[in-house]
């Protein structure tokens, strides 16, 4: 066997071959054990790459894979980044800038859809078409593609600042269409029927959702400290989102809400029942403590009691357009009624609850 062939060296179970690119010597160990046959496939292998390298044609990573000096001297990084490493990298260093709710909702995104779509796909190679056709052809909402979207286009868009890419290849790409869903609010008959199949702490807890519209993760974290009886307002400082108490929604979410007399006497009822030496307002009857959050009360509460019911099947958000609804069609001013609800400004009320406004307003 000839241990003298330029370039190729034999080993005991593998052959290195060696050249130069960039000016460096490199040189790589093909684990194939050394035969007169493999060596010349290994000299043809060298010829080709040196053909490459001459003119400008040579794809590191294509020869060797797994090659760390491949990684090291490929001509650009877009060459070697794969959209699931671009993902991952921009991940770690934001998401301490992120609210718990939000890491969440990212991880499963890019778990679920981005990762498995597009992960396999080197920067490089990443056309606006291939999430375009993605989302032709996915059953995802508009507004669930549109998050999908954001995510990839901040992580391109750090490559982008860097130089390692020439252009955001998403800005290319146009939002998708999202058709909001009108609110179904609860009318009277409905809201009773519903209540009627409840009771206790639970019951409670959706009067008290009913007449004062406060999202269920505003429920669930109010406290005895939020609550103003003399003047008759509570205070609305906090969210319960999967176990973990943060701020509202928005800046805005952060209100004095004036409770309405119903919504008065449903708390004084549920102070009376909460007996425990708990902060929280409403808790979990089966154990008397604070719920987890909205999941729970949502499955063993709410769906049970609206099917019950007969009532057709609404989430319990639409305790919230129930209030809104009804306290528009009760003639209460417009702004009132947004800083009730926490809205930053009467245009986002007037764009959900628009036709239950009366026509003399």
Partial sequence: ???KLTGIKANNSSISISFTYNDVRCRETVKVKPTKSSLKEMV???DAILYEIEFGKFDYLKHFPNSKRARDLASTQANIITIKEMINSWFKRTQDQWEYSTKRGYISKITHHIEPNFGHILVSEFKPSFFKDWGATSTLSGKTKNEVRSIMRSAFQELYIDEVIDGNPIDRIKRFKHIKKEPEPFNAIERESILGQ????VLNLYEFAFWTGLRTSEL???RKCDIDLKRKVIFVRKALVHGREKGTKTKSGERTHELHEKALSTLKA????NTANQERIFLNPKTNKPWRDDRAIY???WQPAVKQSGVKFRKQYNTRHT??????????????????LGHSDIAMTLSTYARWIPENK
């Fill in 220 to 222: 669930l974290a109010l």
């Fill in 323 to 340: 209030y809104a609804s009804t306290m528009l069609t009760e003639n209460k001013p417009i702004a009132w009624v947004a800083r009730q």
């Fill in 1 to 3: 066997m000839d241990n």
């Fill in 270 to 273: 549920q102070l009376k029942l």
């Fill in 299 to 301: 499955h063993n509460c």
């Fill in 198 to 201: 409840m009771s206790g702490q």
């Fill in 44 to 46: 043809r292998k060298r």
